[in-house]
């Protein structure tokens, strides 16, 4: 198993054992006066139990008395550690102190630098090392070159300095060049494409906002200016310039003399997604108009250029609804066309990665849903439009959604994301013929290569293909570029391309042949032979030595399929790992779903209650409206009846006088 390597690319033990020298550690119970001159107390005692941990192991000695206050501290710390592995201790080792005092490589007396030479056994390719990326700024790094059968041809002490970009020689190390200019707003979720040597960065999420400013750096001075876009005034009665809506989660891809926005969240979507197209030499932005069904509006996901054509994968609609769908454009008709592919596709998923290989193999990795984040890698053989997923070689990286990837040959470059706990910080590369991951590089978290939403583009620079990243998100926002040179190259020849790729992107089938089968085979294979073999006339010296020549190459032969097996053994069981850690991370997305649909009918529930509460409510308010209308009714009778009384007693008339009703007191005499 390789080892862990440090940022610089030189094997851990190598460079602990140099850094333990340069800080004055010599293997004594103490640190040293030049340590603790160096450090502060706490950093010195940090150093010292991990240099313990590193060169004796896990600690074993009887707890000092408590009131030895500075011994048992060093017991406490050091004990600690637990079990920690010694790689590890290393690692953390040089890292603290590269925290501590950047460039202290550069500093130290060439006394400790390996005379061993330095075999890289995690990658298949000699590398020159770098200097240390600390904010921002490079340090230079030594590097001792090897042969084949052990002894070194020379050392190459070379001192660099970030005076340009064209002066650092460098290899497969994150380096932030020096630009000018007004630098864009810090964000991610951008879009980014390179054209004619110039990166152009569109749109993108900060604080929440989306943005719709233009930006350009020159890759050869390195140097940013804002470019002053309009939009194309679709009315000709208007005579004022729209404004272009801010966006984020889109795709930029350069088209000729043009870039494509692709998609992208909106504060107000459309039905369906939009495709903008941006006139490089005119500065204006207009909506491109394009035929058939286009797929819904959506953010996160993939475009991927195939010849004349973009693939589009995935991503999360208005609804944040995930999405798995294939929808291809055709930039030559401009005619939408949606792929019912066949094999099992991809989960729901956005934010995930995607490249094209031998213009004829989508690879989609990783990406996220409401609750997980995926490392799976999935396959789409453009031409029969046929999904499967392959066995992943090498170091499968660790489960990411909002990274960035970039293709140089056949090797596919990941960079940053994150798994919603932190920012991945190792780049990693897969070979796309052999389907074989490895480490690039590794930074530390707080550099913005290590961020979610990043972009990641591939530019040539003095006959070199380099890797140019900018912005992200870990905690804050970046506007920080960062340039890599990879020096992995494509090897392979074309024929072998095409040959592998096929192979490695089939399904794995499932074992035929048991061992027991072999060995029949193998025992009924040599009957036959052994026959032919022995001679008639007894002599069986000669023929002996035949046939024991004869069955040690079909033993050799034996133990080879029985390898093969237990390698495709091996491939199934990880395959079977993958499927159960898939439907370990369904199963908790699905509980999280069952638990937002008990919340919503619980809600239901209770709005039922309210609502049958209020239909009494409203049926009791109704009767009372009834008896209300009755007593008004009653009234108005009693009222009428009272008022018909009083007439009658008001006025007698003729039979008043015939009855002798007396008079009121107060009428006038006759």
């Given amino acids: 198993m390789a080892m862990a390597r440090a940022s610089s690319g030189l094997q851990y033990p190598?460079?602990?054992?140099?850094?333990?020298?340069?800080?004055?550690?010599?293997?004594?119970?103490?640190?040293?006066?030049?340590l603790t001159a160096k450090f502060a107390k706490s950093t010195a005692l940090l150093l010292y139990t991990l240099y313990q941990q590193a060169t004796i192991g896990p600690c074993n000695?009887?707890?000092?008395?408590?009131w030895k206050i500075v011994e048992h501290s060093k017991w406490a710390s050091w004990n600690q550690l637990g079990n920690m592995s010694s790689t590890e201790a290393m690692r953390l080792f040089v890292k603290i102190l590269e925290e501590e005092d950047p460039g202290w490589y550069s500093r130290a007396s060439n006394s400790f630098v390996e005379a061993e030479p330095v075999i890289d056994v995690q990658m298949n390719h000699n590398s020159k090392v770098g200097p240390v990326v600390e904010n921002g700024n490079s340090y230079p790094e030594t590097k001792t070159i090897p042969t084949d059968n052990g002894s070194q041809v020379g050392t190459q002490d070379k001192d660099v300095v970030v005076e340009g970009f064209s002066s650092v020689e460098v290899y497969d190390q994150w380096i932030a060049p020096p630009v000018s200019g007004q630098r864009p707003r810090a964000r991610y979720e951008h879009g980014a494409a390179v054209v004619q040597d110039k990166l152009y960065i569109y749109g993108g999420n900060h604080n929440g906002r989306y943005l719709n400013d233009l930006h350009v750096l020159d890759l050869r001075s390195w140097t940013w200016s804002r470019v002053e876009a309009k939009a194309e005034v679709e009315s000709t009665n208007s005579s004022s310039t729209p404004m272009l809506s801010p966006c984020a989660g889109h795709s930029l891809i350069p088209w000729d003399?043009?870039?494509?926005?692709?998609?992208?969240?909106?504060?107000?979507?459309?039905?369906?997604?939009?495709?903008?197209?941006?006139?490089?030499?005119?500065a204006t932005w207009s909506t491109l108009k394009t035929y058939g069904k286009p797929p819904v509006s959506r953010g996160g996901q993939s475009v991927t250029s195939v010849g004349k054509t973009l693939v589009i994968f995935g991503g999360q609609d208005a609804k944040r609804t995930l999405l798995n769908d294939l929808h291809i454009l055709d930039l030559e008709t401009l005619t939408w066309d949606e792929i019912e592919a066949a094999g099992l596709p991809p989960s729901p998923r956005s934010d995930h990665a995607a490249a094209v290989h031998a213009e004829r193999y989508l690879l989609i990795f990783g990406g996220g849903s409401h609750a997980t984040c995926y490392n799976d890698l999935h396959v789409l053989d453009l031409q029969t439009m046929e999904w499967s997923r392959p066995t992943q070689l090498g170091e499968k990286p660790t489960p990411r959604a909002g990274h960035a990837g970039a293709t140089v040959g056949e090797n596919w470059f990941i960079v940053g994301g994150g798994d919603n706990k932190s920012g991945?910080?190792?780049?990693?590369?897969?070979?796309?013929?052999?389907?074989?991951?490895?480490?690039?590089?590794?930074?530390?978290?707080?550099?913005?290569?290590?961020?979610?939403?990043?972009?990641?583009v591939v530019s040539s620079y003095d006959g070199e293909d380099v890797l140019v990243s900018f912005g992200g998100y870990s905690?804050?926002?970046?506007?920080?570029?960062?340039?890599?040179?990879?020096?992995?190259?494509?090897?392979?020849?074309?024929?072998?391309?095409?040959?592998?790729?096929?192979?490695s992107v089939s399904a794995v089938h499932n074992a035929t042949n048991a061992t027991r089968d072999v060995e029949s085979e193998f025992e009924a294979g040599n009957e036959g032979k052994i026959k032919e073999l022995v001679i008639d006339n007894g002599d069986f010296t000669k023929p002996k030595g035949d046939l024991l020549t004869v069955l040690k190459a079909e033993k050799d032969e034996l133990e080879t399929t029985l390898s093969n097996e237990k390698l495709h053994t091996l491939k199934l069981q990880q395959e079977l790992a993958d499927a159960e850690a898939r439907n370990s991370d369904l199963s908790k997305e699905l509980q999280s779903v069952r638990g937002q649909l008990a919340s919503e009918q619980s809600r239901c529930f209770k709005l039922e209650v309210e609502v049958a509460e209020l239909g009494q409510k409203l049926q009791t308010i109704g009767t009372l409206q009834k008896e209300l209308e009755l007593l008004q009714r009653q009234k108005a009778v009693s009222e009428q009846a009272a008022l018909s009384a009083k007439q009658r007693q008001g006025s007698g008339g003729m039979w008043g006088w015939l009855a002798g009703t007396p008079q009121s007191p107060n009428a006038d005499d006759d």
């Fill in 424 to 456: 991945v910080s190792e780049t990693v590369v897969l070979n796309m013929s052999t389907l074989t991951w490895s480490v690039v590089t590794s930074v530390q978290e707080r550099i913005p290569v290590a961020s979610e939403g990043l972009s990641l």
């Fill in 475 to 503: 905690g804050h926002y970046h506007n920080e570029v960062y340039v890599l040179k990879p020096s992995h190259k494509s090897t392979l020849q074309s024929k072998l391309v095409e040959n592998s790729i096929p192979d």
């Fill in 14 to 34: 190598e460079r602990f054992y140099a850094a333990a020298s340069y800080v004055g550690l010599d293997g004594s119970n103490s640190p040293t006066k030049a």
């Fill in 257 to 282: 003399s043009k870039l494509l926005s692709i998609g992208g969240h909106t504060k107000d979507p459309s039905e369906s997604i939009q495709v903008k197209v941006f006139d490089l030499q005119t």
């Fill in 61 to 66: 000695i009887p707890e000092p008395s408590s």
